[in-house]
């Protein structure tokens, strides 16, 4: 079992950056792939980006490339959304998620569904004001 919380959200300007970071408790957080994933009032919830279990590989929607980064401290067990040049329809709570990283192996495009990841955080609020 793992338990994830997210953290770092908060108000910012359009332009600025936040932090966010999904720290993970329970197994070594390198047996993971970790997601975010986001959802906007009245939309359903999307992908972020997301990293393997090594850190070796990402992957982001389109509309953050550029953007966010997204990182890895396994020693740490937390997993890092950095994101830069925020605009305000990246307002949205955000979701950490994180399934064994074997089975993404051979699969990337499990990383950007909702459906093959088995533990979620409770999310935390980004809010971007013009």
């Known amino acids: 079992q793992v338990q994830l919380v997210e953290s770092g959200g908060g108000l910012v300007q359009a332009g600025g950056s936040l932090r966010l970071a999904c720290a993970a408790s329970?197994?070594?957080?390198?047996?993971?792939?970790v997601g975010w994933f986001r959802q906007a009032p009245g939309k359903e919830r999307e992908f972020v980006a997301a990293?393997?279990?090594?850190?070796?590989?990402?992957y982001y929607t389109d509309s953050v490339k550029g953007r966010f980064t997204i990182s890895r401290d396994n020693a740490k067990n937390t997993v890092y959304l950095q994101m830069n040049s925020l605009k305000r329809e990246d307002t949205a709570d955000y979701y950490c998620?994180?399934?064994?990283?074997?089975?993404?192996?051979?699969?990337?495009?499990?990383?950007?569904?909702?459906?093959?990841?088995?533990?979620w955080g409770q999310g935390t609020q980004v809010t971007v004001s013009s």
């Open positions: 329970g197994r070594s957080s390198s047996t993971y792939a």
């Open positions: 990293i393997s279990g090594n850190g070796g590989s990402t």
């Open positions: 998620a994180a399934a064994l990283a074997a089975k993404f192996y051979s699969r990337t495009y499990y990383y950007s569904r909702e459906r093959y990841y088995d533990y």
